[in-house]
């Protein structure tokens, strides 16, 4: 009964961390799909500096990815926080201790070695230095020999080589007749390939299944677009050239897309002088489940597979 009773609480236990593990990774799965990411930027301009920062956030700002940088002061830079810590600093701070522990023990190798080190005998000093002129001349005899040797081959190799040389010069030109058939032949294959690929790949721009998964993806992805874009932005932007008529031109296209900024944003023309200067700020957010919905519809579309299927 011990025994069961034990095996018991070991399974029970592991059943509660299962559990635990699971409740943890349905909450995250959740959390990505129904607690929205948030983003956010901010940028300037003026006559001698400009600088921007932009942030991403998930979980009301528990976990945080940042950027950005400043001219005035030439630098750029990013952090990287969970609830609140910055994650670079600590893992800067432990690899500043581990690099600490490591010259520690090194210092500690240095002197046990130096407290058991022993100096050498004069009497040894003088055998190993004899013994080390010997084998030196031994060595620069050998290498004399050998250097001879390696001359008389280096010159029967020079020979050889050039008479193989002139033996392939010889073969190459009996060679070239064969060599310019085989290229009209294969050049008359390629051009061949070439049509009918040109025509398999004209025959499936112009099928119906083609038309309908493009335009699935452009429906899906203008849906895509305005759920992720920008849901305010404010600021104000003067610009200017020397020529008036340029100037003009692009404030008429910048008022295209004036349903996108509203009116938050101001845009100042300046028609007798060249600026640019001006802020922006702006804020949005998306949903991961907005996201998946439309994954799934395109995944899901037998045109989208057989036009997945057709690059593979």
Request: aromatic share 8%; net charge positive; proline share 3%.
């Amino acid at each position: 009964m011990a025994v069961l009773h034990i095996v018991l609480m070991i399974l029970k236990f592991i059943g509660i961390l299962l559990l635990i593990l699971l409740g943890i990774f349905l909450l995250t799965v959740l959390g990505v799909l129904f607690c929205p990411v948030r983003y956010s930027a901010q940028g300037y301009k003026d006559e001698n500096k400009y600088g921007g920062k932009a942030k991403v956030s998930w979980l009301c700002h528990l976990v945080s990815f940042s950027v950005w940088y400043d001219s005035s002061q030439g630098e750029a830079g990013y952090g990287v926080r969970i609830f609140g810590i910055p994650l670079l600093k600590v893992l800067e701070e432990l690899s500043k201790r581990k690099e600490k522990k490591k010259k520690k023990a090194k210092a500690a190798k240095v002197q046990a070695a130096e407290r058991e080190g022993r100096e050498i005998p004069e009497q040894d000093k003088a055998s190993e230095e004899k013994t080390s002129k010997e084998s030196s001349e031994a060595k620069e005899a050998l290498e004399e020999k050998g250097s001879r040797k390696e001359q008389r081959g280096e010159d029967f190799r020079q020979t050889e080589g050039k008479a193989q040389r002139l033996l392939g010069k010889v073969k190459a030109i009996f060679q070239i007749p064969g060599k310019i058939f085989e290229a009209f032949r294969k050049f008359q294959l390629t051009a061949k390939g070439i049509c009918d690929k040109i025509r398999k790949i004209k025959n499936f721009l112009e099928s119906e299944k083609f038309k309908r998964g493009m335009c699935l993806i452009l429906q899906e992805g203008k849906k895509m677009l305005a759920h992720v874009k920008p849901r305010k932005i404010e600021g104000r932007i003067k610009f200017g050239t020397e020529d008036p008529c340029l100037t003009g031109e692009i404030l008429g296209a910048a008022g295209i897309f004036y349903p996108l900024y509203g009116e938050n944003f101001s845009i100042e023309p300046c028609f007798d002088q060249t600026v640019l200067e001006g802020t922006i700020s702006l804020k949005g957010r998306m949903y991961g489940i907005v996201l998946l919905i439309s994954a799934v519809k395109i995944l899901r579309s037998r045109d989208i597979r057989y036009i997945i299927r057709h690059f593979n």
